[in-house]
């Protein structure tokens, strides 16, 4: 099972685990959270670029254990967010049509 954590106040999604819905290399459920993580990175990266950000983002690819966090600048916080909570709600289509394979938690107190 991957776990899936999205910290909306700490603009973070941390991934942990494999899916194990098919073997290595066809498991369209790993590649789907792959997918989604590595266009969030790209995101990041672009915002980072762009000068948007107060510090370089932390975007980490590792074999069951991804994450990407940033911190934008306050006047680039909202649409920041807005696509963090686009890619996210595949992660969470994808713990309600994979439950068994995809735990989606959503981390927010509202700041």
């Not at 073997?23 to 948007?52: N, P």
């Not at 983002?57 to 909570?85: C, H, L, W």
Request: proline content about 3%; glycine content about 8%; hydrophobic content about 35%.
């Amino acid at each position: 099972m991957t776990v899936i954590t999205y910290d909306r106040d700490d603009l973070s999604v941390k991934t942990v685990g494999h899916a194990g819905y098919a073997e290595e290399g066809q498991d369209i459920v790993c590649s789907s959270i792959s997918t989604l993580m590595l266009a969030l990175g790209s995101y990041a990266d672009e915002m980072d670029r762009r000068g948007m950000l107060k510090i370089p983002p932390t975007i980490r690819y590792e074999r069951g254990n991804s994450v990407v966090k940033m911190e934008p600048i306050s006047i680039y916080q909202r649409e920041a967010r807005m696509a963090f909570d686009a890619i996210c709600a595949g992660f969470d289509w994808l713990s309600t049509e994979y439950d068994q394979y995809v735990k989606y938690n959503k981390i927010y107190e509202g700041i």
